[in-house]
């Protein structure tokens, strides 16, 4: 209901203003190109977040530090601190990073967006950049229409600069001319009602611009032509700088709970940055003028002046924030609390993590990590084990041996709850990213969603397993029980392994897939049917034909179940950068050589096949 007020005030307002002035026109002619520059720049930067922004931000926020400098750095390139909030809130939803490194990108992206008022009060002011504004926008347009994604990017990024250096100059011209009309420094307000009054109206025009940058051009061109008072400019940057997280908070309300507790961040930090700079105005414009008499700046030079108060406040705000990040962390995970479900839902699905592939892949693998989590229970249960036996020190195999007691689990309606639900959001939420990813991805959201699909199937064939398991387990035929303890065993081992497989990854990225060809190996070798173990005992007469019959089923669907489990572990836990993983596959053991490594294992042991037509009639002894 508010925006289809605001929205047609707006329109009111600006066709009344162009009516009136000719200079108004030109002044928000200015503001618009300015404001199109910046969605060009920050779409050649965002061509230019996939591939390794994963492993930067993995290396460049494991601390504090480390993510302030991150969040400085990136701000200062991309001259666009609601660029980096929207990046930063999409990688913490896809749980890239944790919320005090987000925190630390934030903090640092207010100190780097200050690096925008120094080049236009420094240099957008006192050069006439619109005679390289033309050259600019023809070389940026000419490579925004190569097929190449580097190129389009830099060509967005060339032609963004030259429309924010055009938007300037018309802005800078508006005001100027502005002079002979109307002098707005009449409507200047002085002391502490000036400062509120003019804070209040750069956060509105913040947020309805989603630009600081914008803002503070629009503030520096207009105190450079003396259309506002210095202490009247000071306020409006304060005001424009807690506008800016307004573009946070928007940013979140599509995110989980991570990213809204990021906005909430950046809104305590911009507020109370905004609050001290008002509160301690007169001490920070004593430091103002040291400073500016120490680099040389001129007494009347208010543009430089107004570049060093917005860089001395917000720095002043991180040293007093910077202490308490974990205190402000503890209280938005206990203000923001994750919403208690009946049911299970995704953790990191999120239409916050679309705009950039990286967040997408990330989002879906930790997702798919979580379908796992909940199938294993299944899985686990369905050959009754537990989980902490599974990944404990003890012997599995003695585990096994001696646990003669069924879990009983109702496989249908967990598998209902915990798994079938969120495969489907999974699915769907691949199916609605593949559109925005590029053909690299397409491939890996592909293997993701192969992924699920084995970790589904795989409870599935629980199930048929766990109905003859749940009664020959605890036979008081050591035969038959031995061979579905072999099973159990065969998918306990394999859950243990990948576990292992699971926390080496987590350290490395260069967990391999060649630490899964033992499990193959052992997978083909326990096969009941292929190492004529089934029909040694069907000769002995240790076992019936109807048990026979079985476990050769059974045995197929502990293959199946193996086997999937492999394939999936291999997607998940391998490495994730594609050039290490195809690297890895080029070197993993072909079909022939699986075959010599299942042999040397078969070492001595006699295969056979079975005719089950006449295994009713087949001898015993």
Known sequence: MLKRIILPTILLVLAYGFWVSSDFKEISAGVAIFLFGMLALEEGFKAFTGGTLESILRKSTNSYWKSLSFGIASTTLMQSSSLVSVITISFLSAGLITLVAGIGIIFGANIGTTTGAWLIAGLGLKVKISAYAMPILVFGVILVFQKSKSLKGIGYILTGLGFLFLGIHHMKEGFEAFKSTIDLTQFAVSGYPGLFLFAGIGIFATVVMQSSHATLVLILTALAAGQITYENALALAIGANVGTCITAVLGSLSANVEGKRLAGAHLIFNVTTGV????????????????????????????MKLAVFHTLFNLAGVMLMSPLIGHMARFLEKTLRTKETTAVEPKYLNDAVLEFPDATMEAVRKETLHLYDNALELIAHGVDLHREEIFSDTDLEQVVSEK???????IDKVYERNVKVLYGAIVAFISESQSKMTSEYSEDLYAMRTAGRHIV??????????KNLAVFAVSENDHIRGEYNQFRLQIGTILRELGGLREEALGSENMGLLNLDSLIAEAEEGDVVSNGSLDRMIRKGLITPEMATSVMNDSAYTYDVSMKLIEMGGILFAARAMDLREAQESMQLDEKEMDDVIDEINTEKKVSHIDFTKMKTTETG
């Not at 003669?404 to 109702?410: H, S």
């Not at 199937?457 to 766990?466: A, F, G, M, R, Y």
């Open 404 to 410: 003669r007691k069924v879990i009983a689990i109702d």
């Open 276 to 303: 001290i700079a008002i509160v301690f105005i007169n001490q920070f414009l004593w430091g103002v003028e040291n400073i500016s008499g120490l680099v040389g700046i001129g007494a009347t030079d208010y543009t």
């Open 457 to 466: 199937e795989s409870v599935k064939d629980i199930k048929h397993l766990n």
